[in-house]
């Protein structure tokens, strides 16, 4: 069940990076959704390698195909299956690793954890295994849309460099995807320049979802706050999640943290948009910080199967930040998590007395 | 389902603020493992209000009653069900809050969800809730003590006031529960000044896992660090959660952030002690962000039911800072996280191939 | 999770036979459903030990106390608890069975299992945990009311006696609670006679539930009749379970099995008011096979815990047949299995296209 | 999530009847498991269509692909995919039921759930499905073998023809898959004779599960025989589910019923090696009744999606009895079930006291 998130709404993926295909089953969506190839595949390009400077140039097409559980254009609240085939796999590339772990890898855990490893690539600890999650945010993403609900992520911090702006139509024509143009190109540059010194660079990705009608989430739990922390940070390299203020909270009173109510809604919004676990009707904004790739060209120490002590230089087509990747993955996750939620408060607002 | 948390060990909470009584069941616990009300009494005892000066001065005897899953001293394999009844419940003392939202707190969401709100305190999102947690913490404990694994929450900043040292010893020695003895004090000081003015302060609160074996943790979606979110970011007042290095990780290089590995296991440990979702046998170090508490004694702008603004001071008992009393329930969540990862990693164990 | 059912309305059930408590927690409730003491005590009431000559003469007045989850008379939404003190435990009524395993119970496979069992009575395994499902099934049935669902079970079989009447208004009449009021007599009379010869007698439960909207149920694995083959399965000495025309099915031709379709509606209900897991709009009638009690007063042979044979002869006061008080079981688990099948089907409705 | 089944070892479906391809994710499989497509292979083609005069003429080769999870021969931990592309699909023969309900049918019912409705086929109602539980079946098998466990399920009644030897090695040997030499013929006659007559015809699988230890299944409400049954319960067309005696213990007294033990084990097993939910270590048998395909060339009365009345008479291939494909299904579903529950019995053994 390690490969399922969701409670009504459920992904399960599989796939290595060097295998054959990766891709999911979508379960619980319901019926009367529109979904075509052409529309996931739309979201699918924007994760996909090789699309700029800052990213890995490992080539992969990543055409989608829909296997299941769409019909005439919409869902039919069957599961749904979707899959991409690998095209660019080359998995003599990793040969050399097949029995040395790499630093910041999941080589060695996984060896511990299992007994056994696909050493092509990171196996299943690959980033490739998000395709799966784009895919299927795709369709959640569709299911909020009809109700009026947007999500949108983006580039806030790389390295030192911290975005002030949020301009949210900017984010999507640089390829740092930062909302601040100012600070754009000075994160581009340096995403080039570690990758040129043959290192890497971490940042932090926000994601604010707006339109979310008050009542999602269900307390104790299984809290908004608590299902999105979950959802994002089960995606790899991510090392930290908040939302609202988030660590900064703990420097306010609570004075200057409770956000004032008026009779035309809340005055502010440090609380991220969720109360109790519970959406306010307040854009919800979360945050989460992007470790930077583990792959590197600078001499490393590490051991091998063996236990013998190695320096390694993993070699390859690696990104230089994960940053500009991380932000469709960190939407389809927030997606996921908002549909289901969505879904779940429809399902007890017939019997809800009060007023709607 | 909103009330349950867990995979194979799970906890199941009821109960509110003021109703007649707070407890849970624990299902899934392996037989064998010795259990006893006096030792869960303890751990219930650290979490309790009326400690000290910088906790509610409400009064809670917190006895703790265990239902069933224990025979002649230890667990069954029989679902666990613990309760603690409440005596110092004041509903007389809420009734002024029946038609009012209080800012911070989860009225109003409440409200939204479910057209209906058990006003007294916060109704179920009480943080009275946690005692049902600190008792299903306390029979994970006693299973991960057997596995030689210890758990420890404490308070590592207050308001601007941040620990440096980190002695576990003398976190316990402390109202605050800091590990820093010097700041300690201080951030006492601060708590009451706070309190004397009628407001609130947030903090960290760090946790620290050590003697966890490598190899616990469920890619993909279970990733440990996921799990371990999902559990911290369920608690009340929770705003952020990161994992090793965390936000700070954004600043890091590639090339400072990957922990060396050599014949003696790892150089530094970042990561926290988790790669790729596993848990790799370093300590696994988390901190969260705890917002000040919601309800302050100055004065606030707010609505009520009709949608009427109104000037609103919560008067009561309240707790100026929850770090000190937040530090048993990161225990408890943590120790649940670590022993269902562990149980589900014994269920695979049989059939491991390689090296034990 | 072995004490949990259910998927978005879920039961998570405590309590052994000679504990302080039995009780259960049901989580996922709606809002807004009536619900008070009194209109559980009267669910449990009928499933009370000591009704009447055919049944245990154990008294046991099963007062329930409602802990948590409902405010001014209605549900809140929060985790509904309910609990029932024991009063007329004897546990040393068992201690001769501390080292003996009792045929046809689960004395011997709770040992393999956990290597430790609670010996009075019959632990975690007896029948008074149905206590805890007749309370959550009240719940579930109060919500089935108010959307027009009217379930009733009544036994149609006590060992070569076969019920050919349905008046459910006279099932209720007669200690047996068989819907036939010629043979419900014959029943009275059989079951007396296996109690005074130390022994007990099987039968067979029938379950009819009316007003079921067509649409409940989700396919491929949660097939409504999967659903409610685990919920029935899951009570002690049933061994079968059958929908409509169950296992005669086997000996109709297709021609005979389909029920033809008319613009009045179905024409006949072979299917049993379920069709590829989806409920048709017909009443939905399931039957469960019931063996007979396995504690009897004659002589037997077994084991004890050391391997050594012994001729056990099991004393007490105990059923001579189980049916009249599975009745009230069945409709429970039935109840909770439709009321989680209907709040699953409102979630997606919303998004549900053509008529409605 | 009403397309998965399993609590550790999971299995997710997708695919319709006529859409490009049918698979599934099993996820939860420990690593070490040995695994290739000729294995899976073998196993499907005891479920392919054509395979004899007594299933359907439709021709599909189902040919397994896997797509992760597995490498270099052995399961690695990760979630095995596997998929069928459909070849044999022949969407045009179904145009003319797009707008009519077929009796015996999902049609109707999922037309009511969902809004909308793939009428090629039965759609994801489809006994096609199964191709995906046969495959994940497959696994379970591997892993059950290397524990010493069998399972075998074969037909015990096809009409009112009922088989009385378990010849095993027989039931392979003969189409109808019938256990009882001297019943196969008759059966084999009986079944093309209702084809010929365009109808179809009901019967009966058992299955036999040995070498299954003792310890196995999970009270209360996962108790084993609850778990077989909602799993073969979900395969379509299944009507019933009893274990042991089932129905017939309805007939027995208590001292007839009860299996004695004595130093050598059990002296009978009428409890079908379940106890309490738990297995006894005997053989675990349980049958299923199957109706007959309510696919038939017979004119019935319906009606159409406007309400009005038709009469249709089903055209295409179809099978005559479901009996002889149900058996690898069946197999394939209580391997998932053992596989299951003895992963998680051994979750809990590393803390189990007492002997082993």
Redesign the interface.
């Given at each position: 069940?390690?490969?399922?998130?969701g409670?009504?709404l459920?992904?399960?993926?599989?796939?290595?990076s060097h295998?054959?295909?990766?891709?999911?089953?979508l379960?619980?969506c319901?019926?009367?959704?529109p979904l075509d190839d052409a529309t996931v595949q739309r979201d699918l390009d924007r994760r996909r390698p090789g699309q700029s400077a800052v990213t890995t140039q490992r080539q992969e097409p990543d055409r989608v195909?829909i296997?299941?559980?769409v019909?005439e254009g919409?869902t039919?609240?069957?599961?749904?299956?979707m899959?991409v085939r690998s095209v660019d796999a080359r998995p003599k590339d990793y040969s050399t690793l097949k029995d040395v772990?790499r630093?910041?890898?999941?080589d060695?855990?996984?060896?511990?954890?299992?007994?056994?490893?696909?050493h092509r690539g990171?196996?299943?600890?690959s980033g490739r295994?998000t395709v799966a999650r784009v895919a299927a945010g795709s369709v959640a993403r569709r299911?909020l849309e009809?109700e009026g609900c947007r999500v949108q992520a983006y580039t806030v911090?790389?390295?030192?460099l911290v975005a002030t702006e949020r301009d949210l139509a900017a984010a999507e024509q640089n390829p740092v995807r930062c909302p601040d143009r100012a600070v754009a190109g000075e994160m581009e540059r340096a995403i080039l320049e570690?990758r040129d010194a043959g290192?890497?660079?971490?940042?932090?990705v926000e994601v604010q979802a707006t339109g979310v009608p008050?009542?999602?989430?269900?307390?104790?739990?299984?809290?908004l706050?608590?299902?999105?922390?979950?959802?994002l940070?089960?995606i790899?390299a991510?090392?930290?999640?908040?939302?609202?203020?988030?660590?900064?909270?703990?420097?306010?009173?609570?004075?200057?943290?409770?956000?004032?109510?008026?009779?035309r809604g809340f005055?502010s919004n440090h609380?991220?948009g969720?109360?109790?676990?519970?959406?306010?009707?307040e854009p919800i904004v979360c945050r989460v910080?992007?470790?930077?790739?583990?792959?590197?060209a600078?001499a490393?120490?590490?051991?091998d199967v063996t236990?013998?002590?190695r320096e390694l230089t993993v070699e390859g087509r690696h990104d230089p930040c994960l940053c500009p990747r991380v932000v469709p993955v960190v939407e389809a996750m927030t997606c996921l998590v908002l549909a289901d939620a969505l879904?779940?408060?429809?399902?007890?607002?017939?019997?809800?007395?009060?007023?709607?």
């Open positions: 069940m390690s490969s399922t998130f409670k009504f459920t992904i399960t993926t599989f796939g290595e295998g054959p295909a990766v891709g999911m089953i379960d619980g319901p019926p009367g959704i195909e296997l299941s559980g019909f919409i039919t609240g069957a599961s749904i299956a899959m772990f630093p910041g890898h999941a060695l855990t996984y060896w511990k954890k299992y007994g056994v490893r696909d990171s196996g299943r600890a295994e299911l009809r911090q790389v390295g030192d570690a290192d890497s660079l971490g940042g932090v008050a009542g999602l989430g269900d307390p104790v739990m299984d809290k706050e608590a299902s999105l922390a979950a959802a940070m089960s790899g991510v090392k930290g999640f908040e939302v609202g203020e988030g660590f900064a909270a703990a420097r306010l009173r609570g004075s200057q943290m409770n956000d004032p109510m008026t009779s005055a609380a991220g969720i109360l109790g676990g519970i959406s306010t009707g910080a992007v470790k930077a790739p583990s792959s590197i600078v490393q120490r590490t051991v236990g013998g002590e879904i779940r408060q429809r399902a007890i607002e017939p019997w809800r007395p009060g007023p709607a």
